[in-house]
């Protein structure tokens, strides 16, 4: 039973996550009848009336998806409300507001508290809408919280005490937005669903694994956040980690949320730890460096705005993942992420082996293993490397291509991501949002990476922006007789 009747309160309505993404969101699930009654409140600190707050929502929809004849109506939803996060008066007023907007609306009590800020605040507001009555409804009350959730394990272990004191486990839903992308949700069904897959699916057939996601953008003005961040923490913790775990899950007994994310979490369980200095034998880093991105000259990392001239943040990381059980002993996931390098592209390449004999020869080399090749963004879609007679030829084979484009007919409309994750937190399925286990055991592996880089210093810069990474980065596939599959 579906009850799409809520009360959504955006924590941060004014920043900038509101506007580019939520507010474009909610605008077309509205315009696809998929909202019950709603109402919006839009808290953050600076003064503004209803009026005005409406325009900035009217002006984000507008430039996100163009005029639309129904917005008036859409942005007569929305109310806004200045607060001061750590004051208790704040939160008492906002809930007298909250409960007349709720009474008006006859929105059952069901509320949703959307935390889209800074993440210091995240854990003192969970306390205070707690404290402070805000949760004290009849309906559902669900959290909704975006990323960092702590920066290792130790804080992202108080971050969650302070979470849980105020909402239970299941009532917590925390962003991962590739959760949200059409390709990476596919990844299951591509996997289950398709009898010539799952049976290959596993050390006996598969050689390795490569899951890129590169960005031509450098840091832009987030040289604060990301100072105490870096790719790895940024990247692979989060993104990278949910796209290993789905590639390597075994398939659930039933898709409920719970049957999927224990899977996944038994994932997480037999990821091979690397500690100390074998961490140099698993993982590359690396910085930017001056270089060309679209004709464009740009500067090394340690130039951009809010940025250490001697910094040591990693903005590219490469790393082989090994999963020590049963179907994947001996298979790599390599995995690699950075900012200003060749093209912005997050794809998926399984390399499957070789057969156990080449009868047919291309005309100047050896016969190209099978890939399955998931693309995630910009393009989405599958591609299948075969190889096939080659037209006319006598005993040569050459390199086909079966490809599916996920555009076109089939994918008209593709919701955005933060349309489909809000819809689904308004539906009450979390399944695609990460499990707290899954957050824990991916900080305690990624934590030992950078206990170990943050010892050593690193010879930054390393690559060339517009580049695809160090050179330290394909040496970690050459030293096991592989190369990375070209992206772009
Ligand atoms: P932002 O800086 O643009 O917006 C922050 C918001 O918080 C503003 O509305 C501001 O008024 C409000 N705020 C700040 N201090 C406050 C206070 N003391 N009291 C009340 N309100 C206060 O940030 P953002 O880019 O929108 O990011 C928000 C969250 O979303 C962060 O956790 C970020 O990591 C995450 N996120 C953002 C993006 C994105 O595309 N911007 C993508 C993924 C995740």
Same mark, same amino acid.
């Given at each position: 039973e579906q009850n799409m009747t809520s009360l959504i309160m955006i924590f941060g309505a004014t920043g900038d996550l509101a506007k580019r993404k939520l507010f474009p969101s909610l605008y077309r699930l509205f315009s696809k009848n998929k909202l019950d009654k709603f109402a919006v409140i839009g808290v953050a600190r600076r003064t503004l009336t209803n009026e005005e707050f409406q325009q900035s929502v009217r002006e984000s929809v507008v430039s996100a998806l163009g005029n639309k004849d129904n917005l008036d109506e859409f942005v007569s939803h929305f109310y806004y409300q200045s607060h001061d996060v750590a004051d208790s008066s704040s939160y008492i007023t906002l809930r007298k507001f909250a409960d007349k907007i709720d009474d008006n609306y006859q929105l059952e009590g069901n509320r949703i508290f959307y935390l889209a800020m800074a993440p210091e605040f995240f854990g003192p507001i969970a306390l205070h809408l707690k404290s402070d009555g805000l949760t004290d409804v009849k309906g559902y009350k669900r959290l909704v919280i975006e990323k960092p959730f702590g920066h290792d394990?130790?804080? #992202?272990?108080? @971050?969650?005490?302070?979470?849980?004191?105020? *909402? @239970?486990?299941?009532?917590?839903?925390?962003?991962?937005?590739?959760?949200?992308?059409?390709?990476v949700r596919n990844i299951e069904v591509i996997r289950f669903a398709n009898a010539i897959f799952e049976p290959l699916w596993n050390n006996r057939y598969i050689s390795n694994i490569q899951i890129t996601s590169s960005e031509t953008l450098g840091v832009?003005?987030?040289?604060?956040?990301?100072?105490?961040?870096?790719?790895?923490?940024?990247?692979?913790?989060?993104?990278?980690?949910?796209?290993?775990?789905?590639?390597?899950? !075994?398939?659930? &007994?039933?898709?409920?949320? =719970?049957?999927?994310?224990?899977?996944k979490v038994r994932v997480f369980r037999a990821?091979?730890?690397? !500690?100390? =200095? %074998?961490? /140099?034998?698993? *993982? $590359?880093?690396?910085?930017?460096?001056?270089?060309?991105? %679209?004709?464009?000259?740009?500067?090394?990392?340690?130039?951009?705005?809010? $940025?250490?001239?001697?910094?040591?943040?990693?903005? *590219?990381?490469?790393?082989?993942?090994? &999963?020590?059980?049963?179907?994947? #002993?001996?298979?790599?996931?390599?995995?690699?992420?950075?900012?200003?390098? #060749?093209?912005?592209?997050?794809?998926? $390449?399984?390399?499957?082996?070789?057969?156990?004999?080449?009868?047919?020869?291309?005309?100047?080399?050896?016969?190209?293993? /099978? @890939?399955?090749?998931?693309?995630?963004?910009?393009?989405?879609?599958?591609? @299948?490397?075969?190889?096939?007679?080659?037209?006319?030829?006598?005993? =040569?084979?050459?390199? $086909?291509?079966?490809? *599916? #484009? /996920?555009?076109?007919?089939?994918?008209? /409309?593709?919701p955005e991501g933060y349309e489909k994750l809000l819809y689904d937190c308004m539906r009450g399925d979390a399944t695609n949002f990460t499990h707290w286990e899954e957050v824990a055991y991916s900080w305690a592996f990624v934590d030992k990476i950078s206990e170990a880089w943050k010892n050593a210093k690193a010879d930054f810069p390393n690559y060339e922006a517009g580049s695809m990474g160090p050179k330290e980065a394909d040496e970690l596939l050459e030293k096991d007789g592989r190369f990375w599959w070209p992206v772009t």
């Open positions: 394990l130790e804080s #992202a272990k108080e @971050l969650n005490k302070q979470i849980r004191s105020a *909402f @239970l486990e299941k009532e917590v839903y925390r962003i991962d937005h590739y959760l949200g992308k059409e390709m832009e003005e987030r040289g604060r956040y990301y100072e105490t961040s870096g790719a790895l923490r940024d990247m692979l913790q989060n993104h990278m980690m949910q796209m290993v775990a789905l590639l390597a899950m !075994e398939p659930p &007994i039933k898709l409920t949320t =719970d049957e999927i994310r224990s899977e990821l091979r730890m690397v !500690e100390g =200095d %074998d961490v /140099n034998n698993y *993982f $590359v880093r690396g910085q930017y460096g001056e270089g060309t991105i %679209d004709e464009k000259q740009v500067p090394k990392y340690r130039d951009e705005i809010m $940025v250490d001239k001697e910094s040591n943040t990693e903005t *590219f990381v490469a790393g082989k993942i090994m &999963i020590d059980n049963f179907r994947w #002993a001996g298979v790599p996931f390599y995995i690699r992420t950075g900012k200003r390098m #060749a093209a912005k592209s997050t794809k998926i $390449v399984v390399q499957f082996k070789d057969i156990p004999m080449n009868l047919y020869y291309q005309t100047d080399k050896l016969l190209n293993p /099978n @890939l399955l090749v998931i693309h995630i963004q910009p393009e989405e879609g599958i591609t @299948l490397h075969l190889n096939a007679k080659k037209a006319g030829g006598h005993l =040569d084979a050459q390199e $086909v291509k079966l490809s *599916f #484009a /996920n555009t076109g007919v089939h994918a008209m /409309n593709t």
